[in-house]
């Protein structure tokens, strides 16, 4: 399939707006949160098989590490940066309590050599956790077909190869999961890395023997998978989430891999049939990472304008994390999601193309 159409819309653009825009309504919209929680960050990892360019990267892993650190790691600390440069204004306005005290020049010093390192301890950058098991994770699927590459021209066998790409995915499956069982994480979070390869995997097998995948993406499929998810999370009780280590490993996939079809439905659906919103969505999916990092921060930022709109002054509202009034699940999407596009225009500056 070609991935843009006539307007030059991408579709994996399209797809990443689907996907940010899920992590924000997961992290201000209390309803919709058991459901966009069950495939919004899975569907980045399966993005990211999907787009693995094994002519480029099968023989030399660490290239493909190279250009995912050059793609994300600068943005990452940079605006680590920004958000630490914020701390203390952001205490003098009751967005951060007491508690977190007033930054000096070392305490700023180690915050960055600590972001460096990609250990964030600013509440409002929080979402970026995830930032690092995303190009981990790239790195060991990358290091996966290395070597059944090297294995299939050792033994001259195709199967040798598919055999060892599903082998080891299994095992760094298993070992990821059994991190999360005992509830012990790992550097640069090498337990949900090595947990969602089999999502590479099957995004990579996909890609490479369903050239025509985009024939099969059926609303009535995707209506059926929306009940199917709606079932599991709100009547079943199933409940993902990464981050804190709660997730049952066929829960986790059932629910991935449903929640990616609908998304890919969708964005099919919006590429198709709805220009305007293509193009939207495309934006998102370009601005994903920036969006990613500074929507918390939008959050609050309508929470002290609102505030004082109103009248509240008590500090104990406005601080609460990441969002202080449930009715404004709205405005905090629109917030959190559209204000980049204000930011672009007023600035007419280029902010480097997300992952």
Same mark, same amino acid.
């Given at each position: 399939?070609? *991935? =843009?159409?006539?307007?030059?819309?991408? &579709? $994996?653009?399209? #797809? =990443?707006?689907?996907? !940010?825009?899920?992590?924000? !309504?997961?992290?201000?919209?209390? $309803?919709a949160g058991k459901y966009v929680y069950s495939y919004h960050l899975a569907l980045f990892f399966f993005i990211s098989g999907f787009l693995y360019n094994e002519k480029k990267y099968g023989k030399d892993p660490f290239l493909n590490l190279? *250009?995912? #650190? =050059?793609?994300?790691?600068?943005?990452?600390?940079? &605006?680590?940066?920004? !958000?630490?440069? #914020?701390?203390? $204004? #952001?205490?003098? !306005?009751?967005?951060?309590d007491i508690s977190h005290g007033k930054q000096n020049f070392y305490d700023f010093r180690n915050y960055i050599l600590n972001s460096m390192v990609m250990i964030n301890t600013e509440p409002l950058y929080g979402a970026t956790w995830f930032v690092a098991p995303l190009i981990c994770s790239s790195a060991i699927f990358g290091g996966i077909i290395h070597i059944s590459n090297i294995l299939k021209e050792k033994w001259n066998s195709n199967l040798i190869k598919n055999l060892s790409i599903i082998i080891l995915g299994l095992i760094c499956c298993l070992l990821g999961y059994e991190r999360m069982i005992i509830k012990y994480t790992i550097l640069m979070r090498l337990d949900v890395s090595l947990f969602v390869i089999p999502l590479f995997i099957i995004a990579y097998y996909l890609n490479l023997y369903i050239k025509n995948y985009y024939q099969y993406l059926k609303g009535y499929i995707a209506l059926i998978f929306f009940g199917l998810s709606i079932f599991l999370c709100y009547k079943i009780g199933w409940n993902i989430d990464l981050v804190s280590q709660q997730v049952v490993i066929y829960h986790f996939y059932i629910l991935a891999i449903i929640g990616i079809y609908e998304c890919m439905y969708l964005a099919k659906l919006i590429k198709d049939k709805q220009k305007i919103l293509a193009k939207i969505f495309s934006f998102l999916g370009e601005y994903s990472f920036e969006i990613m990092s500074f929507h918390f921060l939008c959050f609050k930022i309508i929470d002290v304008l609102y505030s004082g709109i109103v009248g509240i002054t008590d500090s104990n509202i406005i601080q609460r994390f990441p969002y202080s009034y449930d009715f404004l699940w709205l405005i905090y999407i629109v917030g959190g999601? $559209?204000?980049?596009? &204000?930011?672009?225009?007023?600035? =007419?500056? *280029?902010i480097r193309k997300s992952f």
């Open positions: 399939m070609n *991935n =843009k159409n006539h307007s030059g819309i991408n &579709y $994996f653009n399209i #797809l =990443k707006g689907i996907g !940010i825009l899920s992590i924000v !309504i997961g992290h201000c919209c209390n $309803f190279a *250009n995912r #650190l =050059k793609n994300n790691y600068p943005r990452y600390v940079l &605006y680590a940066a920004i !958000i630490g440069i #914020l701390h203390n $204004f #952001l205490v003098d !306005i009751h967005i951060y999601v $559209f204000y980049l596009h &204000y930011v672009l225009i007023l600035s =007419k500056t *280029n």
